[in-house]
């Protein structure tokens, strides 16, 4: 009698794995269909590029930079804050990496670090800061309004730390880290995680456009 | 990159305490407090990226290894060179960077904790001065029950992008 129990247990293991290979094959064609462009192998890419809000930003000297200033390039956007000594650095650093991966075709872009902490950081600061790291990144900030608008339209996320509100400086900020690519005409076309290394955007660079 | 230079260990033990055993009227031989005695955490490869000039926040990397039988914990860090050192850990989840302060890290008994990029790191406020690549700051370190150890830590330059140079250049 003994024997008998494996016996009856097959027909339900076989189930089982012909589940298993469905969920697997499933699996697959999802992964398939999101990395259908081999080419284009780091990021997410639209496929219908969604489009952006005209934000106002401040730039150096509060000078006014409206988002649709730089149609005609792609913008490579990234938000954060100057007193975010671990992952801005970084990121800002990679971003460098990105421009410099692109040699001549960084002349179609325009990266941009966007300072989603206008209560510390004057556009003064934030073009400083971002262009330490590259004399092309363009720091930039808003008033909280516009930076609302802008980072709902891209779907990236923020908050100040609760320290912010109960009036201390030393407030930390939690952020989307990814790097947002505009195309030239001022859409959404691709994110690009923030933890991965500087040049993945650059390879992809070529099938952007197409 | 100066990241693989190890630095002395100056284990300052307790200072006070071993100070006041020493200095006690008492007449039983001075001796050292056993938990200072015993720690001999070391620390290597500190470093400060270097900022830009007008950055109020720094961050300071090391790994701390703790090769006796007892785990140790950090409780904080003090530094003359900033006006505040806060120990935190950034957490990824979702493509969103959180950061929140750690009221203590763990050092386990023959084993080591890496403070480094995107996880725990020493958040040095308001820089004293400017600093720059090849200067030293010095970090004070408190543990509980094992004194305070005073690391000399290098500002180094951020190092571009160092790695893979294996693409392809397209034209």
């Known amino acids: ?113 966007v300072s989603v902490d206008p209560q510390r950081d004057t556009p003064a600061e934030v073009a400083r800061y971002a262009s330490y790291f590259h004399p092309d990144i363009l720091g930039v900030t808003a008033p909280r309004e516009e930076l609302d608008r802008l980072t709902k339209g891209v779907g990236a996320y923020y908050f100040l730390g609760s320290d912010a509100e109960a009036g201390r400086d030393d407030y930390d900020v939690t952020h989307s880290m990814s790097v947002y690519v505009l195309n030239p005409k001022g859409r959404l076309a691709a994110v690009y995680s923030g933890d991965g290394k500087a040049g993945r955007i650059a390879q992809d660079f070529a099938f952007l456009a197409g | 990159m100066r990241d693989q230079f190890v630095l002395p260990v100056a284990l300052l033990m307790a200072g006070g305490l071993a100070f006041g055993a020493v200095a006690a009227p008492d007449k039983t031989p001075a001796k050292a407090p056993a938990t200072a005695a015993q720690s001999s955490l070391t620390v290597s490869g500190a470093y400060v990226p270097e900022g830009p000039p007008t950055a109020k926040v720094l961050a300071a990397y090391l790994t701390l290894g703790n090769p006796s039988a007892r785990a140790e914990h950090l409780i904080g860090a003090t530094s003359p060179d900033f006006g505040k050192v806060e120990v935190h850990r950034t957490y990824r989840q979702d493509g969103v960077a959180r950061m929140s302060k750690a009221e203590q890290v763990l050092i386990p008994a023959k084993g080591k904790t890496a403070f480094e990029p995107g996880g725990y790191h020493f958040m040095l406020f308001r820089p004293q001065r400017a600093l720059k690549a090849g200067d030293t700051v010095t970090l004070q370190l408190q543990f509980r029950g094992a004194g305070t150890m005073t690391v000399t830590v290098p500002v180094t330059k951020r190092g571009g992008p160092t790695h893979d140079h294996g693409h392809h250049g397209h034209h």
């Open chain 1, 1 to 113: 009698m003994d024997g008998l129990g494996p016996m009856k247990q097959r027909p339900f293991l076989i189930v089982l794995i012909l589940f298993g290979l469905l969920a697997v094959g499933f699996g697959w064609q999802f992964q398939s269909r999101q990395w259908a462009d081999p080419a284009f192998a780091h990021g997410k890419k639209y496929p219908e590029p969604k489009a952006v809000p005209d934000v106002v930003l401040a730039g150096a000297d509060g000078k006014p930079v409206r988002l649709a200033d730089f149609s005609g390039k792609y913008v490579f956007m990234f938000f954060g804050y100057t007193h975010c000594p671990d992952v801005c650095p970084a990121s800002l650093q990679n971003l460098a990496g990105e421009l410099k991966a692109m040699g001549p075709a960084a002349d179609k872009v325009q990266a941009m670090f």
